[in-house]
């Protein structure tokens, strides 16, 4: 028994990264909590609509698939609710952000518009942000509650990113450093987004 489970383990290791729902099947076959885990992390960055569904899935318990998709659930929803920023209260939590001077899409006072004449909402730490930035943050979340893996903002449309660029092209505060920004605000989003994913427990047994 404890061969098999070293062979099933070795088999599944390589699969991790390439397809990763083949490698959830054959961990759970052999009980191996921990690679189950990382099979099912890796698979957060596939989407489920085109994931070919390999062989030894059919071997599975229809509540092994299910704790897969409720996990996959579940990281997305920690991240719906991580990746927003509370009004009139700072920064994305997500991105752990004292000062939000250090962006321009909330910094900016030619694009940020500030809700009514509210005084406590007229400050640099309001959270406002520039309507261009708040498209592209919608579009950002949409994709990783889709795909909620680090990986999916090396993915993200290049519409996307496109319509981000046009729409700070149009105020030259912004133009002069939204593209290194952004680059800033993608690193430090992967860390973030794989540090809300860990924090989901997937229930494997």
């Known amino acids: 028994m404890v061969f098999a489970s070293r062979l099933l383990q070795t088999a599944a290791l390589p699969l991790i990264t390439t397809t990763p729902l083949r490698a959830y099947a054959l961990a759970l076959t052999a009980h191996l ?26 071997d599975l318990s229809v509540g092994a698939y299910h704790r897969l998709i409720a ?39 030619a694009c940020v518009k500030h809700r009514g004449s509210d005084w406590s909402c007229r400050k640099l730490y309001c959270g ?49 450093v939204v593209v290194e920004q952004i680059g800033m605000l993608m690193i430090v989003l992967k860390q973030a987004v794989d540090a809300v994913v860990s924090k989901v427990i997937l229930s494997v047994l």
């Open 71 to 109: 996990y996959r659930a579940k990281c997305s929803a920690a991240l719906r609710t991580k990746c927003k920023w509370p009004e009139a209260t700072g920064a994305p939590s997500v991105l752990g952000m004292s000062e939000l001077g250090e962006w321009t899409w909330f910094a900016c006072r």
């Open 33 to 58: 909590v921990d690679t189950a885990r990382a099979a099912a992390k890796a698979h957060l960055a596939h989407t489920l609509a085109h994931e070919v569904c390999p062989p030894e899935l059919e």
């Open 128 to 176: 406002c942000a520039a309507p261009w930035f708040q498209t592209f943050w919608d579009g950002l979340l949409m994709a990783l509650c889709m795909t909620p893996h680090q990986d999916t903002l090396d993915k993200l449309e290049s519409r996307l990113l496109y319509r981000l660029y046009e729409g700070a092209g149009g105020c030259s505060t912004c133009k002069a």
